[in-house]
């Protein structure tokens, strides 16, 4: 089992920056994915950032590329989201997921999650 608590949402000015936070307790693996999401009211929960916590490799979705870093300390367990120029667009609840399937941008391969976070970008 995995618990996972997001903060640091917020409201926050079109060009503005926010830091995600998510704090992992319980069972986890270097193999683990950590991934981030958002979900707009209406729409479906899409994936934006993801990592794993021991090799390293990250991803990114198209509309936040060269905005966004996701980076994790291992020791604290603790995944973050730096989210720069931010957009309205960029409003919606963001949730920190983890992927032990191997794959990191489908919401269904997540077995665990956050309760979320709202960020607010006003134009």
């Known amino acids: 089992q995995v618990q996972l608590v997001e903060s640091g949402g917020g409201l926050v000015q079109a060009g503005g920056s926010l830091r995600l936070s998510c704090v992992a307790s319980?069972?986890?693996?270097?193999?683990?994915?950590m991934g981030w999401f958002r979900q707009a009211p209406g729409q479906e929960r899409e994936f934006v950032a993801a990592?794993?916590?021991?090799?390293?490799?990250?991803y990114y979705a198209e509309s936040v590329k060269g905005r966004f870093t996701i980076f994790t300390d291992t020791y604290k367990k603790m995944v973050y989201l730096q989210m720069n120029s931010l957009k309205p667009e960029d409003t919606a609840v963001y949730y920190c997921?983890?992927?032990?399937?191997?794959?990191?941008?489908?919401?269904?391969?997540?077995?665990?999650w956050g309760q979320g976070t709202q960020v607010t970008v006003s134009s």
């Open positions: 990592r794993t916590w021991s090799v390293g490799s990250t």
């Open positions: 319980g069972r986890t693996y270097g193999s683990d994915c």
């Open positions: 997921g983890v992927s032990r399937r191997g794959r990191y941008h489908r919401s269904s391969d997540y077995g665990y």
